[in-house]
């Protein structure tokens, strides 16, 4: 009777487990990372990628809005920003992009050879994006220049160079809806009118 109570017990324990119990266990592993993954992983990172394409778009708005102005299409720069976009020059002085156009338009056509090359981009994590050590320089070869309602003044042929600035983009949604410059020194349309001679209004 011991001998045969024995025996069963050691056939058992010698037999294999059956083939179906080691891939069950391994479909339930599998299931539960694949549960975890979706409960705990997936949506933290889908809405960093998010955020991620967002400022990537951002950033490449901002390289096509800048080269367009660097070209002084104006026309094309004004399909990146939103109807009611603003340009804050130093001072917290504020304009309406549309205002601003104008003085542009007057700042190219005195300065035909201007251009406004930077450093580096720089993408923020609330969603804005500056350009650093941005440098405006020409030459005065074409028209009069007056900075708003400064007195204007003739071409000499004079070369110009700002100072280094960083110009800030807000956007609201795809749309630019804020230009901010800042910077130390001659920077913007005023520290240009200097350098020729003129002392813009304070």
Not at 116 to 126: A, G, W
Not at 133 to 154: N, R
Request: with cysteine; charged share 25%; glycine share 8%.
């Amino acid at each position: 009777m011991l001998g045969r109570s024995i025996s069963p017990k050691s056939s058992s324990n010698n037999r294999p487990k059956s083939s179906p119990k080691k891939p069950q266990r391994r479909r339930l592993q599998i299931n539960l990372k694949v549960f975890h993954i979706s409960t705990a992983g997936t949506e933290p990172k889908v809405k960093s990628r998010g955020a991620l394409l967002v400022n990537i778009d951002r950033a490449q708005t901002v390289r096509k809005y800048w080269s367009l102005f660097n070209s002084h299409d104006l026309e094309g720069c004004a399909e990146f920003l939103t109807n009611d976009c603003e340009v804050v020059l130093e001072d917290d002085c504020e304009l309406p992009w549309h205002e601003m156009k104008i003085e542009f338009e007057g700042l190219f056509q005195s300065f035909p050879d201007i251009r406004f090359p930077y450093q580096k981009l720089e993408v923020k994590d609330n969603g804005m994006i500056i350009i650093q050590e941005m440098v405006a320089s020409g030459t005065h070869t074409g028209k009069p220049f007056a900075c708003f309602a400064c007195e204007s003044i003739q071409a000499s042929g004079k070369s110009v160079q700002n100072d280094p600035e960083s110009i800030t983009f807000h956007f609201r949604d795809d749309k630019i809806c804020k230009i901010v410059g800042k910077g130390e020194g001659a920077i913007g349309p005023a520290g240009i009118y200097t350098q020729i001679g003129g002392f813009p209004l304070v």
